[in-house]
């Protein structure tokens, strides 16, 4: 059984700085994608970025690019993401989960394992 804890969610004023982070279980860790979703009240799931197994390769939402960079380190099972500049409508409760297909995919049904969530909330 995988299992991911997130952390490092809090609250923030609009310009701040965060970095979540997100342990896997299980010796697997290094062989998969991981991505970072986050979840708004009222509103859907959204995809948020994404690192493939080995950290070469990263994927992210426009409306983050170049606030926000996800890392990863398979000798800690960790995964980050790093959140620069935080605005108000980055308040969300942030997921990780377990890219199982490598296709690089942004869709939340195609990853199978999430973490339980962890709270971000930036005021004005």
Not at 27 to 54: D, L
């Amino acid at each position: 059984q995988v299992q991911l804890v997130e952390s490092g969610g809090g609250l923030v004023q609009a310009g701040g700085s965060l970095r979540l982070s997100c342990v896997g279980s299980g010796s697997t860790f290094s062989r998969y994608a991981m991505g970072w979703f986050r979840q708004a009240p009222g509103k859907e799931r959204e995809f948020v970025a994404r690192i493939n197994w080995s950290g070469g390769s990263t994927d992210y939402t426009d409306s983050v690019k170049g606030r926000f960079t996800i890392s990863r380190d398979n000798a800690k099972s960790t995964v980050s993401l790093r959140m620069n500049n935080l605005k108000p409508e980055d308040t969300a409760v942030y997921y990780c989960a377990r890219d199982p297909t490598g296709w690089g995919l942004r869709r939340a049904g195609e990853y199978d394992y999430w973490g339980q969530g962890t709270q971000v909330t930036v005021s004005s």
